[in-house]
Structure formats: C-alpha cells, structure tokens
C-alpha cells in the first residue's frame, strides 16, 4: 500500500541491502556507488557497474536515489554518471547542493542542463532541503511561479526545517509551490528546544501531519527511514510511523 525508502551513505551497499531486509523494503537510497573510493574522482570500472546490477536483481532491489556527492554545476561529472547509472536503473540522482545557485546565473543554467541531460536517460534530479542551505529553497520556491519544461523533484526533510525554528507543516508545506513535485518524506523527527532526533511523533516535525497531506493529494513517492544515529533503531521508526498512519 505505501512505498518505503531506506538510506545510509554510510553503509556499503551490500551492508545497505541488510538494512533493507529488516524493514522489509527494496528500494534503497545510496552514495555514490559509481565511483572509485579516494578522492580520484575515477569510476568503476563497466565489469563493475554489472556485478552491481546482478547483486540488485539477486537481492531483489532497487535504488530510487543515488547521492552523486559532486555539486550540480559539474555537469562532465554527471554526464558520465548517468551513462552507468542508466544500466543499474537508478531512479533520481541527488548531487551536491549549495545557496550559489540563488544568485549565479551560470550555475542556474548549469543545474538545468543537468536536469536535461538525466531526462534523457529517463532519470530525475533530486533536490533536498537543508539546514545551512535556506536560500536554495527560496530559489525554487521562486522558480516554480513559472512553467518549467525541465525541472527537479524534491526530498521533504522535515526536521532540517525544525532546526532553522520552521514550522514543516504550517510554516513551509502548506504554502509551497513545491509540493506536487515531493518524491521522499524522510521520517524523521526533531525537538525545537534542543534540535535533539526524537521517534516519529514525539518531536516538532509533524510527521503525522505531512503524511496524512501527502496521502490525501495522492502522493505516490517514498517514505524514507534513515539512519538517525543517537541510538535511534530504524526498525523502532518505522513502526512509530506505522503506527501514525493507522490513526490518520
């Protein structure tokens, strides 16, 4: 009935597809598996990039994001990215976002090309609300008064709006000219006070809130369950949230 989502950029994939397992979901949310470990920048190798699609198909899994972890504007990167990344049938990439893009026009036209390019492939472009990233935000919020041929989807993060005294709900959902175009609910909660991660529902974060909205205007993307650390188990998430949504 609903779709869920893990990630840990911090796992390798094989240790990510055991996470997967004990929430019981096939759709995982990596870093960047296509290149090389250390700071070469050089990729796998296409003997590689096959074994990862056979472990996929074995494993019985799917990768609906990869995190690029290169900025936007480093579109040769991308390019070459998504030539490998089509074989594995990656869904959306996430690259490397940061508040230049609200004011340099060159790096607009460079996230866009972007955008072309992975339509091209059949793969969109992700971009995820941060902290420390407010004025991203803002320029797609912006943006979005227009008609778009090529635009991004978004991952809802609603506790790096807690963490900037945002109201995710009330403050920046219910206003957004963004939320048609939301993929990934991450699940996961926060306090005001002390911007501690608390479980689903005993935090600021509204998760309840920005579920039963999502459901209710047909939202067919990814409820994402990560690794909160702070002790926090994913499977101990998951089931607060199902929880939830049994009361909606």
Not at 194 to 213: C, F, R, W, Y
Request: hydrophobic share 40%; with cysteine.
């Amino acid at each position: 009935m609903f779709k869920y989502s893990t990630y840990d950029r911090a796992l390798s994939l094989s240790d990510l597809a055991t996470y997967a397992d004990r929430i019981k979901t096939n759709c995982l949310e990596t870093g960047n598996i296509l290149k090389q470990d250390g700071d070469t920048g050089d990729f796998i190798t296409w003997e590689q990039v096959e074994d990862i699609r056979k472990f996929l198909i074995d494993r019985q899994k799917t990768i609906i994001n990869m995190n690029t972890e290169v900025p936007y504007y480093n579109l040769e990167f991308h390019k070459e990215l998504l030539k490998r990344a089509v074989l594995i049938g990656i869904k959306y990439i996430q690259p490397m976002m940061d508040n230049s893009i609200a004011t340099d026009s060159f790096r607009q036209e460079a996230f866009f090309a972007l955008c072309s390019v992975a339509r091209a492939y059949n793969i969109g472009v992700l971009v995820e609300n941060k902290e420390n990233e407010c004025a991203v935000d803002h320029y797609f919020e912006e943006l979005f008064k227009k008609e778009l041929q090529v635009k991004p989807k978004f991952i809802f993060n609603p506790a790096e709006f807690v963490k900037v005294d945002a109201h995710p709900f009330f403050h920046r959902f219910y206003r957004s000219r963004l939320k048609n175009d939301i993929i990934i609910l991450r699940i996961n909660d926060c306090l005001f006070k002390t911007k501690k991660q608390v479980l689903p529902g005993k935090g600021n974060s509204e998760i309840k809130e920005m579920a039963s909205i999502l459901l209710a205007r047909s939202f067919d993307g990814w409820f994402s369950i990560g690794s909160y650390g702070q002790g926090i188990d994913p499977e101990d998430v998951l089931s607060h949230f199902k929880e939830s949504l049994k009361h909606m």
